[in-house]
Nanobody
Framework: QVQLVESGGGLVQPGGTLRLSCAVSGFTYDDYAIAWFRQAPGKEREGLAC????????YYADAVNGRFTISRENTKNTFYLAVNNLIPEDTAEYYC???????????????????WGQGTQVTVSS
C-alpha cells in the first residue's frame, strides 16, 4: 500500500522560502508520477508541479511562475517542493500525490492520482 507523508509547512513571511517534503513508501512500480497540489479554503485543489519518476522530467503549472521547484532525493525516496518568494496567496494546504503511471495530459487532474498524503499547512503572513 502506497503511503505519502508531507512535512515542512508552517508560518512564513512574505518573500520567504520554504521546502516541503513528501516521504513515499510502498511503491512497486517503476514508472510513476509524483505531484504537488494545494488547496486554499473555498477553492478547488490546484496542481503545482509533477515529476515523472522514470526519467526525472519535471512539469509545472502555468500559475507557478517559476517560483516552485520539484525534486527527488533518490536514496530516501523523498520528494520536495521548494517555493521561493512566497506571497500571501500561497497560503493553503499542500499535498503530494502519487499515480502508478505517468500520463502528461492528466497530471493536473486530482482524479488521476490514487494516493494522497495528509497535507501540510503553509501560511504566508507578516
Amino acid at each position: 500500500q502506497v503511503q505519502l507523508v508531507e512535512s515542512g509547512g508552517g508560518l512564513v513571511q512574505p518573500g520567504g522560502t520554504l521546502r516541503l517534503s513528501c516521504a513515499v513508501s510502498g511503491f512497486t512500480y517503476d514508472d510513476y508520477a509524483i505531484a504537488w497540489f494545494r488547496q486554499a479554503p473555498g477553492k478547488e485543489r490546484e496542481g503545482l508541479a509533477c515529476i515523472n519518476v522514470s526519467d526525472g522530467s519535471q512539469y509545472y503549472a502555468d500559475a507557478v511562475n517559476g517560483r516552485f521547484t520539484i525534486s527527488r532525493e533518490n536514496t530516501k525516496n523523498t520528494f520536495y517542493l521548494a517555493v521561493n518568494n512566497l506571497i500571501p496567496e500561497d497560503t493553503a494546504e499542500y499535498y503530494c500525490a502519487s499515480s502508478p503511471i505517468f500520463m502528461k495530459k492528466f497530471i493536473w487532474n486530482p482524479e488521476f492520482y490514487s494516493a494522497w498524503g495528509q497535507g501540510t499547512q503553509v501560511t504566508v503572513s507578516s
